[in-house]
T-cell receptor, first 116, second 113 residues
Framework: AQTVTQSQPEMSVQEAETVTLSCTYD???????LFWYKQPPSRQMILVIR??????QNATENRFSVNFQKAAKSFSLKISDSQLGDAAMYFC?????????????FGGGTRLMVKP | NAGVMQNPRHLVRRRGQEARLRCSPM?????VYWYRQLPEEGLKFMVY????????ESGMPKERFSAEFPKEGPSILRIQQVVRGDSAAYFC???????????FGQGTRLTVV
């Protein structure tokens, strides 16, 4: 079974600075997807960024980028120019490409605080 | 195109009562997933359904929990004889056939008193 680990329960960043959230995972599969979700106080799960394991290029979405290290099974999220609205819980998630569905395995989450 | 709709947003039940949580997937989506989020934890997969079929229920507790996704109408997660430990946020997600992304609803927060 796959597992996803987020070793940082809480992180803090100054507004306009850069922060990196860590995620490691364990799998024996070669094809899979990785995601970062944001969960603000409203509880809505918002997809921030996704990465296909077969792609070597790191995904980027505006101020959000990932550092995907397949051999190390590491998938960190970098948030540049942090904004107050980035404050939320962030969850790393894994999805196998070997099954028929979109079942996700989530990490335990990192609470990001942004200081003005 | 409306997103995934869950209702109610908040549900309070006394111990021993039944809880019914509803999920209407996005238009055109025929795959539904239920997750449970305990306080200060990540989401845990419970069950994956397609219309009239349970595909994977490996995350469902063996007793008191059941799920369905009928041909017509929303998907229902049913918890019988609720206990305090069932208090959590329950999320539904949906995806289309062949899609590689699941879209989440806003969740139902169940409180058992």
């Amino acid at each position: 079974a796959q597992t996803v680990t987020q070793s940082q329960p809480e992180m803090s960043v100054q507004e306009a600075e850069t922060v990196t959230l860590s995620c490691t995972y364990d799998t024996s599969e070669s094809d899979y997807y990785l995601f970062w979700y944001k969960q603000p106080p409203s509880r809505q799960m918002i997809l921030v960024i996704r990465q296909e394991a077969y792609k070597q290029q790191n995904a980027t979405e505006n101020r959000f980028s990932v550092n995907f290290q397949k051999a190390a099974k590491s998938f960190s999220l970098k948030i540049s120019d942090s904004q107050l609205g980035d404050a939320a819980m962030y969850f790393c998630a894994y999805r196998s490409d070997n099954n028929a569905g979109n079942m996700l395995t989530f990490g335990g989450g990192t609470r990001l605080m942004v200081k003005p | 195109n409306a997103g995934v709709m869950q209702n109610p947003r908040h549900l309070v039940r006394r111990r021993g009562q039944e809880a019914r949580l509803r999920c209407s997937p996005m238009k055109g989506h025929s795959h539904v997933y239920w997750y449970r989020q305990l306080p200060e934890e990540g989401l845990k997969f419970m069950v994956y359904l397609q219309k009239e079929n349970i595909i994977d229920e490996s995350g469902m507790p063996k007793e008191r929990f059941s799920a369905e996704f009928p041909k017509e109408g929303p998907s229902i997660l049913r918890i019988q004889q609720v206990v305090r430990g069932d208090s959590a946020a329950y999320f539904c997600a949906s995806s289309g056939t062949g899609g590689t992304e699941a879209f989440f609803g806003q969740g139902t927060r169940l409180t058992v008193v």
